[in-house]
């Protein structure tokens, strides 16, 4: 099991207090520091080996937002304060999520959860390296990952790649259609391309990705899914049809 090591950072005794209790029940966690002091706090980030920050928003010294937007992304942030009008910004600056003082345990679990699952997902991608020079390299073979996460508005948002119907671009955003709904991100077509198994997924038009088994009919170059009539782009037609002739009958 992955374990996360984690500290506290809050200007309260009793919040850290709960936040330590809640650590000591969840397995994948481990407190490395609780602290008041958000300079201390900073510093242990910046040296690298924290996985998580349970980190308070109005502290003395360094507020929340300070901190984030000096640390970066030297790891994963976990917002957790008394006070909701900051939600929207700390989502810009990529936290993963935002618990609202007091803090329900089922809240706080759902929180780590998240990005425990973000990490593993990590994990398993990183790639892995031959132990001597001299010994050939190894053929790795991925893990197969059937779900990503995606950031929304004011979450992160778990989609099984089954549900995937197609997914189209617009400008800095992209659309993920599903089964059931439509899910917005702030993401382009490029780093989804790559992050889709292309297996299963492929780029058929500048603003489109599509699932190869969601196809309903191909007529010349447009593609229906789910009545929905999609354009192959003439940079991505031949390396369409190259892929769907396998299946032709």
Known sequence: MIKLKCIAVDDEPLALDIIEDYVSKVPFLELVKRTENAIEALQLVQAGGIDLVFLDIQMPELTGIQFLKIAGGK???????????????SYDLNV????LKPIAFDRFYKAVEKVHNLVKVKDYAAPVQPVLKETPKPTVVQPVQDFIFVKTEHKIQKIELDDILYIEGLKDYISIFTKTERVITLQNMKKMEETLPS???????????ISLDKIESIERSRITICGKMIPVGDTYRDEFFRRIEGNNI
Do not use: P
């Open 199 to 209: 297996s299963q997924f492929i780029r058929v038009h500048k603003s489109y990705i």
């Open 75 to 89: 790891a994963n942030f976990i917002l957790t304060t008394a006070y909701s009008q900051y939600a929207l910004e």
């Open 96 to 99: 993963s999520d935002y618990l």
